[in-house]
């Protein structure tokens, strides 16, 4: 008798146990797809507002020529440019995926980097007062430092997500440190002789 009872207690039991994980499954899937819906929508609105403001930017360029520096609007197309990769992540992903989007970050970055070197190069040529040697030298090694950021970045894209933390920490904090810099030197009003034709 006290084995039946057993077998029906661990029946029912079993039985709870089933539903329970079943009801647990519907539950982090419901919260899967409410987190993949709203990074979809912060990306879509993130890239709205890049829109919007390049337009913004191009109006005011129309308006009274030179409003704004050519620095400054590929500033604001790269912004559409991250927004649109961004919002792709988002849409493949579950829960977006930030060190991807870092990874997309750093290429923009190695691309914006070597077109300051070669233009950087090309004025040297035409005009070596306006831009030194020594500046198209400091263009060149940032430029290799990107590339040499964004390839330990791909180097970790099967790694441990605590590396690719510290990763995109260590990115950040070069970004930061960078804008403390160029910060001082507006302050100081020499970011011209540090970085010709803008940042």
């Known amino acids: 008798m006290s084995y039946r009872r057993l077998a029906i207690v661990a029946v029912f039991l079993a039985i709870g146990v089933a539903l329970g994980f079943a009801a647990g499954s519907q539950s982090e899937e419901k919260d899967k797809k409410k987190l993949k819906s709203l990074s979809v929508e912060c990306a879509q609105a993130k890239l709205r507002l ?12 129309q308006k009274v020529p030179g409003t704004l520096i050519g620095g400054m609007m590929e500033q604001f197309e790269k912004e559409v440019t991250l ?3 961004e919002l792709q992540i988002a849409e493949k992903s579950t829960d977006g995926d930030p060190f991807q989007a ?4 750093a290429k923009l970055a190695l691309a914006a980097a070597k077109e300051r070197a070669k233009v950087g190069m ?3 040529k035409k005009a070596p007062t306006v831009v030194t040697k020594g500046d ?9 430092i990107v590339d040499l950021q964004l390839q330990r970045g791909e180097a ?3 790694g441990p997500a605590e590396q690719k933390l510290e990763w995109q920490l260590e990115m950040l904090g070069d970004d930061i440190e960078r804008i403390r810099i160029y910060t001082y030197l507006l302050g100081q009003n020499r970011i011209g002789q540090f970085f010709p034709g803008g940042l």
Do not use: D, G, P
Request: net charge positive.
């Open 156 to 158: 970790l894209a099967n």
């Open 136 to 144: 198209v030298e400091r263009m060149r090694l940032f430029a290799v």
């Open 122 to 124: 090309q004025t040297y």
């Open 102 to 105: 870092s990874i997309e970050r």
């Open 83 to 85: 927004a649109k990769v």
């Open 50 to 61: 890049a829109e919007l403001n390049l337009a913004r930017a191009q109006e005011l360029n």
